[in-house]
């Protein structure tokens, strides 16, 4: 357990009434022991595996491939065949299988939301209730622009691009690989996907979904492994690679790419401003930067990781805020009553630490609620450092964890500033209840994504992505689109 | 430093930053909340003792014109023991009827613990004169209420006379004498959450024991949102001033369930503090019946037909 710093507290713990474990049942998912490779709509054997484990008791869950270069070869070959027909076919045949996946999760979303907060910790309330729906949405949704592609780019003639190598992250698995192949699938281009490497699981169990909808084998090839395998596709012959993750990487991948004439969209890292003014309505408003920063444990790019607090309100915020993260409930991911899940990973779990150590050691203040921490896996108590300086690294530097670094601020200009003030730009949120600010601070916010009075609100209509080191290129919405289409007047690749 | 001018019973306008503002509530956040918190899975024990408490916490109402001696006597039987056949289940808190009413009450429940609640005020819609109204309550009190529920003059709030509102519960609480004091809003009238904010802080300003939804006599009374809001603003009262608020939510409540999901509002916005028929009611009439059967469920492992539970 972590160290707690014993406040005057005043949260409702539970006395008299404890609420008995709620525990979803596993019964629903079927694994096997061992994983291969989903390449060319049948299992390949790798030649090495790794354990995957769940993060909420380091329980071993199966065996899944590691793909080589030449496994990685085999599968962007998979889909090059692929691609011939599958960008030939009517887009209305296409928006079929699109249709059909769409609703075979919807059928299946119990299946895959156990599965999901098996093998990422997430509570399950979460990937019942936002992950599953959410997927399933944008496959509806990009299945319906499949043959409308004419009248979302009128004059500009779009056509698919060819094979998309994708590499996605581990705090939404399912989430993220419905927006790297909803929209590529719809575009007419063939797939080459590689899961993140603690969370393969629902990825692998989506290639029996593939399979269900009968969608042609090879437009979507799945490659398990680590970050080597993801270089090894970023080196590969695609035409596009769609990232989500972080900074680091992005940056990498960026300069491998860079001449090769490959496509590229990153959706990278995010330090978001959530800035309170002292009009907002202060009970939303708190329960909005909770769900901001503790949602998903704080995985999250887009994660309110910032607190501004209008000097005006600080102390009543403050004391509604720790109050409020008395009533967290943390613990087993598969409990239906269960607010923060486990940490993705020990590798997470340790640069959680890392960072929060030099919070205090900066001299910022910690608050950590009392809160019993299962013993076995991995787990963060929710965190919040006030009295916290714009130098410090907790304001700098992504967390990607339950962390909440609270800064405090005068006037709307200066808040401006300091949101701005990140070498970041994904999202950021604004609390008040006047509208003509809420436009004006839309306006000067550099962020991709501005909420006003809520926060990690998603939807498949609406364009996602970054500023700055936050990435380019748009997922979600028609803008989603375009970075899997090539138009007239441009070179087309792959065809 | 300067003075804050002083408003009735410790409310100040803020000079410091510091609580209660009157502040504002977000419809879309606050549904949200509601929605969510709704969604708690209570099972085995923690059901077991919810139901029971919301057992504890019901005041089992009758407000029709037709209600009788008999009708009450029925209903006074009902309340001291919900279950005949399983001496465990509690004794409702009150039973609420009309003032006319009362003594039938008074004379069935004696020595029970039960208590008599009764509207007054001009009930329901607290649209006639002052001092009938205060007659009104001076009456109930005479026959031997325990609890007067009144409604607020909800003209005279959404013509924005809250003097005049402020007023008239300070009377309607000096009225009470020892008796408790139950504020009804009138929820659904006065159609928006920042009017349930700001008619709660203002009850709770003025004296009021508990702070109550509805009457009961219109449609879309006590919604979970609705508690929320109020629930919040006695949370705001209680930090400001220490003083501790009551809360009744009342009509529309039928359900087992949806009793639970109104009192895991209240454990994890107030905390463990207010689960007690002292600081929280459900004012309710055919609830009852559904948690007996719910209990017995849990008892026995098998729901029986309602024709085992009575009508009253």
Sequence with gaps: MTEVEKHRDRSPVPAGW???????????????????????GEWVPAKEHFTTVSPR????????????????????????????????????????????????????????????????????????????PLASAHFFYYAGWADKLEYAFPNRKPKPIGVAGQIIPWNFPLLMLAWKIAPALAGGNTVVLKPAETTPLTALL???????????????????GDGTTGAALVDSDVDKIAFTGSTEVGKAIQRRVAGTGKKLTLELGGKAANILFDDAALDQAVEGIINGIYFNQGHVCCAGSRLFVQESIYEPAIEKLKRRMGTLRVGDPLDKNTDVGAINSREQLNRIEELVQAGKDEGADIYQPPCRLPEKGYWFAPTVFTNVAQSY?????????????????????????????????????????????ILWMAQQLRAGVVWANTFNRFDPTSPFGGYKESGFGREGGMHGLEPYLAFDGSETFGG | MAKAPALPRGFQLPLEQRLPRIGSIDQVAVEQRAAELAKRSIKKDAKVWALELAIRCCDLTTLEGQDTPGKVAALCSKAIRPD??????????????????????????????????????????????????????????????????????????????????????VQVKEACGAAHLKVILEVSELGTYDNVRRASLLAMAAGGDFIKTSTGKLPGAATLPVQLVMLEAIRDVHEETGRKVGMKPAGGIRTSKNAIQYLVQVHETLGPDWLTPDLYRIGASSLVNDILMQLRTQRTGAYQSKDYFTND
């Design chain 2, 84 to 169: 005949p056949g399983d001496p465990n289940v509690p004794s409702v808190a009150a039973v609420c009827v009309y003032p006319n009413l009362i003594g039938a009450a008074k004379e069935r429940l004696a020595g029970s613990g039960v208590k008599v609640a009764s509207v007054a005020t001009y009930f329901p819609s607290g649209q006639a004169p002052l001092d009938v109204k205060l007659r009104d309550v001076e009456d109930a009190v005479a026959m031997g209420a325990d609890e007067i529920d009144m409604v607020i003059d909800r003209g005279a709030f959404l013509s924005g006379r809250y003097a005049k509102v402020f007023d008239e519960i």
């Design chain 1, 393 to 437: 690294r907790i304001a700098q530097e992504e967390i990607f964890g339950p962390v909440l670094s609270v800064l405090t601020f005068r006037t709307p200009e200066e808040a401006v500033e300091k949101a701005n003030n990140t070498p970041y730009g994904l999202s950021a949120g604004v609390w008040t209840e006047k509208g003509s600010r």
């Design chain 1, 57 to 132: 008791d380091e329980a071993p869950l199966a065996e899944v491939g590691q793909a080589t270069a030449s496994d990685v070869e085999q599968a962007v070959a998979a889909a090059r065949e692929a691609f011939r027909s599958w960008s030939r076919i009517s887009p209305s045949e296409r928006a079929k299988y699109l249709f059909r996946i769409a609703r075979i999760l919807a059928e299946r979303a119990r299946e895959f939301a156990v599965l999901e907060s098996l093998n990422g910790g997430k509570p399950i309330k979460e990937s019942r209730d936002v992950d599953l």
């Design chain 1, 206 to 224: 989506f290639a029996d979904v593939l399979r269900q909808a009968e969608l042609p084998p090879g437009v979507v090839n799945i490659v398990t």
């Design chain 1, 18 to 40: 404890t609420y008995a474990p709620a525990p979803e049942s596993t019964d629903i998912v079927n694994l096997r022991d061992r994983y291969g490779l989903f390449i060319g």
